[in-house]
Every structure is written in structure tokens, then in C-alpha cells.
Nanobody
Framework: QVQLVESGGGLVQPGGSLRLSCAASGFTLDIDAIGWFRQAPGKEREGVSCIRSSDGSTYYADAVKGRFTISRDNAKNMVYLQMNTLKPEDTAVFYC???????????????WGKGTLVTVSS
């Protein structure tokens, strides 16, 4: 059974940093991608970043390029999202998701964590 558990969310000030973690377990061989999505209240869920286990390829949404960095620790079965220079518009519930390939749409991912709330505010 695939399980994804996010952690690391919280309240940060604009310009601050936060690191999100996703603990993965129960993966099958067809799951190669873990991505981060976010959803603000009343908004659609949008892709933020993704990383492939097979070759380490990474992808970023334009809104976070240069500020966020996705990484993995295969020994710990963990994926991280380092978020720097946070902006109020980054405020959202962040979800990690797994699938066969990286996708920028929620429909392209097969498994989801419950999410962790990130609030960027003074």
C-alpha cells in the first residue's frame, strides 16, 4: 500500500524559508515520480515541482523557479522541498503525490498525501 506523509508546514514571514518533507512507503516499480502540489482556498490544485527517482530529473513551475528546490534521499525514502524567499501568494496546503511520470496536473498523479499547511504572513 502506497503511503505519502507530508511534514514541515507552518507559519513563516514573507522572505523566509521552510523545508517540506515527504516520507514515502509501499511504492511499486511503476512509481517513478514524486511531486509537490499546492492548493489555496477556493483555488485549483497546481503543480509546484517534481522529481524522478530513476534519473533525478526535476521540474518546477514558473512561479517557484529560482526559489524552490526539490531533492531526494533514497536511503531514507524521503523527498524534500526547500522553499526560499517565500511570498504571501505561496500560502496553500502543500501535497506530495506519486505517479509513473511527473505531471503538472493532479489528474496525472496516482497517490496523494493528506497535505501540510504553509502560511506566509506577517
Amino acid at each position: 500500500q502506497v503511503q505519502l506523509v507530508e511534514s514541515g508546514g507552518g507559519l513563516v514571514q514573507p522572505g523566509g524559508s521552510l523545508r517540506l518533507s515527504c516520507a514515502a512507503s509501499g511504492f511499486t516499480l511503476d512509481i517513478d515520480a514524486i511531486g509537490w502540489f499546492r492548493q489555496a482556498p477556493g483555488k485549483e490544485r497546481e503543480g509546484v515541482s517534481c522529481i524522478r527517482s530513476s534519473d533525478g530529473s526535476t521540474y518546477y513551475a514558473d512561479a517557484v523557479k529560482g526559489r524552490f528546490t526539490i531533492s531526494r534521499d533514497n536511503a531514507k525514502n524521503m523527498v524534500y522541498l526547500q522553499m526560499n524567499t517565500l511570498k504571501p501568494e505561496d500560502t496553500a496546503v502543500f501535497y506530495c503525490a506519486a505517479g509513473r511520470l511527473c505531471s503538472d496536473t493532479p489528474r496525472g498523479m496516482d497517490y496523494w498525501g493528506k497535505g501540510t499547511l504553509v502560511t506566509v504572513s506577517s
